[in-house]
């Protein structure tokens, strides 16, 4: 497993952009793909958006497709979810998630074997 460390949460207003960071604290080697998932209060937690570079993808949830860019720099380590024109329903905590997923579960947690402690966005109206 890589630890993973997410920071940029923060609290902002319904139309306001915001950049999240991932970083793993050694080499991602071992995984294909890294990727974004968000819980919100009282909900399961769900798909956000995933790089899966192996492949040279990238897949986004429906709900955030056009608003949210995920990258990544290999050389930092580091992955990034750059989420724009952000609404109250976009509130959770989002996780960082690395791993080695195959087809059938690259938008699934059981795509992924190490998980970030998370970091929380609040989205105000």
């Known amino acids: 497993q890589v630890p993973l460390v997410e920071s940029g949460g923060k609290s902002v207003q319904t139309g306001d952009s915001l950049r999240l960071s991932c970083a793993a604290s050694?080499?991602?080697?071992?995984?294909?793909?890294m990727a974004w998932f968000r819980q919100a209060p009282g909900k399961e937690r769900e798909f956000v958006a995933t790089?899966?570079?192996?492949?040279?993808?990238?897949y986004y949830a429906d709900s955030v497709k056009g608003r949210f860019i995920i990258s990544r720099d290999g050389t930092k380590n580091t992955l990034y979810l750059d989420m724009n024109s952000l609404k109250p329903e976009d509130t959770a905590v989002y996780y960082c998630?690395?791993?080695?997923?195959?087809?059938?579960?690259?938008?699934?947690?059981?795509?992924?074997?190490?998980w970030g402690q998370g970091t929380q966005v609040t989205v105000s109206s």
């Open positions: 998630a690395a791993g080695r997923p195959i087809s059938s579960t690259v938008t699934t947690m059981t795509g992924y074997t190490s």
């Open positions: 790089n899966w570079w192996i492949r040279g993808k990238t």
């Open positions: 050694r080499s991602t080697s071992g995984t294909n793909a």
